[in-house]
């Protein structure tokens, strides 16, 4: 997370938007840190896109425990940008679907980062979903195995 930050902090002081992250210092994964790396930058990256100028983002993670006392992680980007509706949203992670969007400072994409972002997260056995509300903003979450 650290790393990332440090990378896109002057993306997002150009636009005056605080990162702000929470997590335990003891939260370990299993994972290949260059792919978790990869999936937090794209998902960073985007809410620094598609947050209006005195924004902010939030990181979180922590642990949890599903029923069989498997322990994973969950992480969340959090921003309060522009947000999307539902079409929008069951546009993401299709592959024949075209996703590109124009960023609020008409940053420019492929649309192939969260497509990239869903395939990192599943060879890792996990899963990542969005929450959004247009105007609001939008929370991107995934899951990794963790000890």
């Known amino acids: 997370v650290e790393s990332v930050v440090s990378v896109l902090e002057t993306s997002a ?9 929470n997590y335990s210092p003891e939260l370990v994964l299993y994972a290949d840190i260059n792919l978790i790396i990869t999936i937090v930058r794209n998902l960073v990256s985007n809410s620094i896109k598609f947050t209006k100028n005195n924004g902010k983002i939030e990181i979180n993670a922590e642990q949890f425990s599903d029923e069989g006392g498997k322990f994973s992680a969950k992480i969340s980007i959090k921003d309060t940008g522009v947000g999307m ?7 993401l992670f299709s592959i024949g679907e075209s996703n590109s969007t124009v960023g609020t400072n008409k940053e420019e994409g492929t649309g192939l980062g969260l497509i990239l972002c869903k395939e990192f997260v599943e060879l890792h056995n996990g899963k990542i979903w969005v ?14 195995p963790a000890k």
């Open 131 to 144: 929450e959004s509300e247009l105007n609001v903003g939008t929370t991107f979450y995934f899951t990794i």
């Open 85 to 91: 509706n539902e079409t929008q949203i069951n546009k």
């Open 13 to 21: 002081k150009q636009k005056n938007i605080s990162i702000s992250s």
